[in-house]
């Protein structure tokens, strides 16, 4: 069995490659119809390009379209100058780094919560 990496429409019988994704919000009797997911979520409809222009919502029901982005966002050169400019300003001012007060209490940061690779620290107090 090949398994294909593009993910494709959900729609019976239509192998198109999914360009947006639709999802429900029962509560408001909204569909939002946006950009693809990064991930496929087991509630979510990726739809083709056809699809999703044509898609109609139940009567009492609204439709929310979100804009669908034309192709992955790349960074300018202005991101790029900015990244390299804040890169050569942290090699340029080398701070020490104590690893204790005299009282024997860390310096570290303190770690408060974590998601995923992301950490959300908190400086010690003065």
């Known amino acids: 069995m090949v398994v294909s990496p593009v993910r494709r429409c959900s729609r019976t019988a ?18 939002v119809l946006g950009p693809l997911a990064t991930y496929a979520e087991p509630h979510c409809y990726d739809l083709c390009a056809e699809h999703s222009e044509r898609l109609t919502a139940p009567r009492g029901w609204e439709v929310v379209r979100l804009a669908v982005d034309a192709g992955p966002a790349r960074p300018s050169g ?33 770690e408060v919560a974590r998601r995923g690779h992301l950490r959300v620290l908190r400086s010690p107090d003065p």
């Open 78 to 110: 202005d991101d790029l100058e900015a990244l390299a400019d804040a890169v050569r300003e942290a090699a340029r001012t080398p701070r020490p780094r104590p690893t204790s007060e005299p009282r024997g209490r860390s310096v570290d940061p303190i």
């Open 14 to 31: 239509c192998g198109r490659p999914a360009v947006a994704t639709l999802t429900y919000v029962y509560a408001d009797s909204t569909a």
